[in-house]
């Protein structure tokens, strides 16, 4: 993912309203990015961009070596779930999928149109047309049952094996966030896109959401870009941590947290925070004490946190007026 320049602007009765201007990022594929800065600093709007729900009004965003960003290739989990009432967390998982999996059906129907065979056939209503239909129904129920059995397999790794007939009004905030996770996978996109997944989680809840979500990124390889407002969890949960600040927000800093995968795990098995009291409604790390290797570790990801609160304190104070 490369970002050139990259500025955003939301349409406004008397012009524009900028809230991004010349962001310039680098992400490798399959490294994690985590963006922070106040609140109204372009964070949600950047994640927009990337998801293709907003044309970039200067500089351009790249996916893949493409400019288009979005286009079929990012996979976006709102800050809210979003979850639908009426639907099982079952259905909740596979509804996205399902949608997708039918535009693209359309459009490629619409394609076919165009060149005037196949499904044109269809409209006129000859035995092509027929036969045409009936081997659409039958690859629709197929791939209705592999993504209902994808689903039910994501939902068994992230523990919600047992309440997969359940609607989501009967579930825990932690339950409600792994579900919109698990629909966000179903879409195998390459770019994962995370609006501060776990922000609206009490503090023990998020403790350990924070050790399972590392888990998932590590067993869901993808390229991944978390928004969140707890600096410890970006620089603990991600390769690279951007600052973003002002108005129109610009990048005013990014570090690298050099950290292996094992001692991430450890870090995040130890956490800041004691565990919860009883057994876990989800998988769960082991505890890990933080010793050897790990304290050297603990050392680089507190340096990194300070670092980012120290930028954080000199945007603040630069917005400040005299």
Not at 133 to 154: F, P
Not at 233 to 240: I, K, N, R, S
Not at 267 to 295: C, D, E, R, T
Request: proline letters at 6%.
């Amino acid at each position: 993912m490369s970002l050139r320049g990259l500025g955003a602007a939301y349409p406004q009765p008397n012009g524009e309203s900028p809230v991004l201007s010349g962001v310039d990022l680098e992400l490798a594929p399959g490294e994690r990015l985590a963006v922070v800065g106040a609140s109204g600093s372009g964070k949600s709007t950047l994640l927009h961009v990337l998801a293709g729900l907003l044309a970039p009004s200067a500089g351009a965003a790249e996916i893949d070596g493409r400019a288009d960003a979005g286009s079929g290739r990012a996979a976006y989990m709102f800050q809210d779930d979003l979850l639908l009432p009426w639907k099982t967390v079952l259905g909740n998982t596979v509804f996205a999928a399902s949608v997708a999996r039918a535009l693209g059906d359309a459009v490629a129907r619409g394609v076919g149109d165009a060149g005037g065979d196949g499904a044109g056939d269809a409209h006129r209503g000859g035995a092509g047309g027929a036969s045409g239909g009936r081997r659409r129904l039958s690859a629709g129920r197929r791939g209705r049952t592999a993504r209902e059995a994808k689903a039910r397999g994501i939902l068994q790794e992230f523990g919600l094996g047992d309440v997969l007939d359940e609607l989501p009004g009967r579930l825990s905030g932690g339950m409600r966030q792994r579900v919109a996770l698990a629909r966000t996978l179903m879409l195998g996109r390459g770019l994962g896109l995370l609006d501060e997944p776990i922000g609206s989680l009490d503090t023990l809840t998020r403790a350990e959401m924070q050790r399972w979500l590392l888990d998932v990124m590590e067993a869901h390889p993808a390229t991944w870009v978390l928004v969140t407002h707890d600096v410890r969890e970006a620089a603990l949960l991600c390769d690279q941590v951007a600052v973003l600040a002002g108005r129109p927000a610009r990048l005013e800093h990014a570090t690298r947290v050099e950290l292996s995968t094992a001692e991430r795990r450890d870090l995040a098995a130890a956490g800041p925070h004691q565990p919860a009291a009883g057994p876990l409604p989800y998988p769960a790390l082991p505890a890990q004490p933080v010793a050897g290797s790990s304290a050297s570790a603990a050392v680089t990801l507190e340096r990194a946190v300070t670092d980012l609160h120290r930028h954080l304190s000199a945007a603040a104070a630069a917005a400040v007026p005299a």
